[in-house]
Structure formats: structure tokens, C-alpha cells
């Protein structure tokens, strides 16, 4: 754990600010959910919530059959980070933050299909991306929230995607939103 320096009293309402570094650091907005655990020496820890990330390993299973279906890598977010890849990238994915663009998308619930070239291409990360040549993204939406994306990318300049791999991410956001509600 790192020391920040920051010290707050609580308020007599049990009430603790989050200083506003902070929050724009770890991308903690107003009406974020913050999930709270204690440890045995009393510290107490809280961790934006991601309502997706409890399907972590149902998330990588459905990522594996994807990719493993298509042949090209998938990606599943929640709206701060990659929680399952499959294919050849993915330690150069997993668990590494969404980009702006990439969260810009998510809450917008817009569907995307684009080539590298296209004017419409969303960076899916903050550090370079330009390996990828195609992508498909879906929101998924749960409960009417948009919480996170399935992508698909591949990295041969050869192939376009079609309708095809874009209904494959559209139909696994909806299964992984539906997933979300029960």
C-alpha cells in the first residue's frame, strides 16, 4: 500500500471525503460505487467497484470460446479496465486501463466497427495500440448501465471484419449483461 500523505476526519454523519486527486487518479466520478473490505490490522480498503469483474472467470471462458471460434483476440472491459483476454495479446491487455476514447464509447453505448484508418477507430488504451488493423466494440448494458465493452481486434492488415464478428460481440455484451442481472 502506498502512503499518500492525505489525512481526513470523519464527519459526524460517519461520512469520509476522498480527496479530488484522488478520484481523478483512479477515475472515481460522483455516483461511483466503492466496494469496501478490512483486513485483520483494521485498515479498511475501499475499490471502485466493477460489477462485471464478478464474472472474472466466466468473462475469460467466454472471451477463450470467442477467440478460439474466430481466430482473432477478444477483449472484455468494465468501464476502467481489460478483466479478460484471449489471444495472442494478452499480457499486453490484461488488466491494464481503458483508454478516454474507449470509456467515451462504452457510456455512448455506440457499436463500432473501424478499420486502423478509419476516422471512427477508438485507441482502446492509453499507451500505443497501433498493432491493431480492425476492431469490433460492444457495449455491454445491465440494468440499463452501460458497465463495460466486448472487443474484437486482430492485427492482419489482410482482414476486415464484417456484420459477422460485429453480431458475435453484440450477442456476448447481451448474454454478459443479461449474466449481470440474475
Known sequence: MK???????IDDLGRVVVPKEIRRTLRIREGDPLEIFT????????????PIGELGQFAKQYAESLAQTTGHIVAIT????????????????????????????????????AGKDDKNFVRIINEDDSEFTYQVIAPIISEGDAIGSVIIL???AKTK??????????????????????
Open 39 to 50: 483486513d485483520r490490522e483494521g485498515e479498511i480498503i475501499l475499490k471502485k467497484y466493477s
Open 3 to 9: 502512503a499518500t500523505g492525505i489525512v481526513r476526519r
Open 78 to 113: 468494465d468501464k476502467d479496465q481489460f478483466i479478460a483476454v484471449a489471444g495472442p495479446t494478452k499480457k499486453d491487455l490484461l488488466s491494464k486501463g481503458i483508454s478516454h476514447e474507449l470509456e467515451e464509447v462504452i457510456n455512448e453505448r455506440e457499436n463500432i466497427i
Open 154 to 156: 486482430t492485427k492482419d
Open 161 to 182: 471484419f464484417s456484420d459477422l464478428e460485429m453480431k458475435l460481440a453484440t450477442t456476448a455484451a447481451a448474454f454478459l449483461g443479461r449474466q449481470m442481472e440474475q
